[in-house]
């Protein structure tokens, strides 16, 4: 792709590039399409040094899709849809660990997600992404013909036992929308069914959808018979060589295609703050 308004540096062979020249705060129509392509092609992109009000980050975040208000977490007062991700120098938990696509248990999960730097730790607190096309891509011919068709079950229900288990108390930073109970409840009960192969909308390449952090079981399958699969399709999905490492600084703003992106935080500066402001944008149901 020759780009005219950017420059779009590759981070890694088949994942993530760093865009110059952008300033999402007054893009043009021109710089806007080219910065949704880059998007487009390497899934996971970063713009450092950007200075946005949670605002002109919504306004970006709109041009994607309906925003989308987490429905855990509790927001600031004015701004539901701002996520904070907070972690304090003296708090063990790291809110999103683990490999995952975001909110795989709503019917329409985001089309993308947005994360705004505001504090980071000296050193530490990078992002992992890994491309689920090539994922898909990489498998055998057998197996892709067995996953063709095969539909998922996901669920938040995980979440009652983490609520339970007193995991959201009064020493971790991120609160619970405990005034919402009954909406929370809601949304954990949900059962939903996506295909474990989806087709990207935008870009019609089939990608690996089978992140295990909400799939409970394949339809028509038990557990105990789909998670030997989910393990095997979770290594598989993450090989080094799909993935991509996005190092923050104060100001830099990523976003990720959650159709087609798997991505972990990296837990390896405790002792250190870190906050960034996220947003998310609702997608299709997935096809
Ligand atoms: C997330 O899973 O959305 C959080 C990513 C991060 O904090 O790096």
Not at 47 to 52: A, W
Not at 233 to 261: Q, Y
Request: hydrophobic share 40%; proline share 6%.
């Amino acid at each position: 792709m020759n780009y005219q308004t950017i420059e779009v540096k590759p981070l890694a062979g088949n994942i993530g590039a760093e865009i110059l020249g952008a300033d999402i705060a007054n893009l043009t129509q021109e710089s806007f399409a080219e910065i949704h392509q880059a998007f487009l092609d390497h899934m996971a992109i970063i713009i450092r040094d950007q200075d946005l009000s949670v605002k002109e980050q919504a306004s970006f975040v709109e041009r994607f899709g309906p925003l989308i208000h987490d429905p855990f977490i509790k927001a600031p007062d004015g701004n539901p849809e701002l996520l904070i991700i907070k972690k304090e120098e003296n708090e063990r938990y790291t809110y999103g660990d683990g490999w995952h696509s975001d909110s795989t248990f709503m019917e329409k999960p985001p089309v993308a997600s947005f994360l705004y730097a505001k504090e980071i730790p000296p050193v530490g607190g990078d992002t992992l992404f890994s491309n689920q096309y090539l994922a898909y891509e990489t498998l055998s011919p057998g197996l892709k013909k067995m996953l063709d068709g095969l539909i998922a079950v996901h669920s938040a229900i995980g979440m009652r036992d983490i609520i339970a288990a007193g995991k959201y108390t009064e020493d971790r930073s991120m609160k619970l929308r405990t005034d919402e109970w009954d909406k929370m409840e809601k949304v954990i009960d949900a059962m939903v069914e996506h295909p474990v192969v989806r087709t990207h909308p935008e870009t019609g390449r089939k990608a690996l959808y089978a992140t295990r952090s909400y799939l409970k079981h394949f339809k028509g399958w038990t557990p105990e018979e789909s998670m030997p699969l989910v393990n095997f399709l979770f290594e598989h999905s993450i090989r080094p060589e799909f993935t991509c490492r996005i190092r923050w600084e104060p100001g830099s703003f990523a976003m990720w295609d959650n159709r087609c992106a798997l991505h972990k935080p990296v837990t390896d500066y405790h002792g250190h703050r870190r906050i960034m402001h996220r947003m998310m944008a609702e997608g299709d149901r997935p096809i």
